[in-house]
């Protein structure tokens, strides 16, 4: 489908491509269209580095992990085949680079609970005080909170969180549920659930 | 597996009343969504310099193709192996020893051709060389030492002359651009 709308990508301008869905992007991309990865760079650039914010709590690990992660998809051209939102395709590799960067950074050995433990600090180093609802979320298990946050930060659909997250459908829906049964039994949060 | 009610509607969009006894339960008011979006919005300041390396990479790779890269050799070759697996409907045991011999000696061939082409000559003077320009010190000169130095730049404006790269006498965005430029004739070369 994506493949026949722009068999002469030469000709194209980023103004032309702005419009285009991302699978048309992707489609210009493997054809060599260095305006369609600008378009695809800029429609994504800020969720990347917010997102690898999220994880790092770093402002210039943040900037790393953006560069690293659309070397990684750049390396992914030609040939590259987008099934799924681009989001979720981009999510685990932010979250692993998030996660090595901050290893990195701390020098930090690694290892299964280690890793636990830094992403966890993530969200409990950005001043829990100043808001309930920020230090509710940090006080969620990691996996309740990333799938709130994918869910109603991120817009993703509960399918593209399986799939960004390689867990079952089920599983989400389970952690959410959990997660939002917590806020609204909480005091301090349980108002932004009253009618 | 799909639920369409609650999977593709943005969040905080159902019609439906919120209770504990269906999907909705997964739903959340509007208010909460924006509360919580508010949690995360953190203004991280990209560089203008960070845009143009990754995009300058981006021109010169799609133009040039990575297929020179150590990751695509062993992309390739993994491609190959599986297309002689498929071919000789290979099975993990020793009862089809004549697809297991084929495979093993197309690889060692493959292997044997990469290291001749590679020319071990040619690699020490490329070490030799750059050197100075791996400033993240992982042995190789690749587009993160662009990315280091333009961190570098921003971060302090005295920096030491031996990061000219260009020989222009200055430490500047073109000594990013430069190295950013010699990274990717690096790979294109087979040095990756």
Known sequence: MAENVLVDTKANTPNDLEGLSDLDLIAAINHGDAGAFEIVYFRYRD???SLAYRFTQ???????VLQETFLYVLRKFPGF???ANFKTFLYPAVRNLSIAARRKASKYQASPAGIHE???AAVETSKPECHDLEYLLSSLPLEQREVLLLRFVDDLSLAEIAEALAIPLGTVKSRLHNALSALRADERTKKFFEH | MQEPDDNEKPPGTSSRPVGPSNTEFLDAPLGFIQALKRTQEHRVAIPPSVDEVILRT???QLKSGPQSSKLQRFEGLGLLWRKLARLGEWQPNWGAPAAWIGATAVIALVIFLAVIHKGPSQNKSAEKAF??????HDGQVDILDAFALARQLRDSSNLPQQLDINGDGVVDERDV???ATAAVKLAK???S
Do not use: C, F, H, M
């Open chain 1, 47 to 49: 969720w990347v580095v």
């Open chain 1, 58 to 64: 770093d402002r210039d690990a943040s900037i790393d």
């Open chain 1, 81 to 83: 085949k987008l099934t």
């Open chain 1, 118 to 120: 830094l992403e966890s």
């Open chain 2, 58 to 60: 981006a021109r010169q």
């Open chain 2, 131 to 136: 050197v100075r320009e791996d400033l993240n």
């Open chain 2, 177 to 179: 651009e430069a190295l």
């Open chain 2, 189 to 191: 070369g087979g040095r």
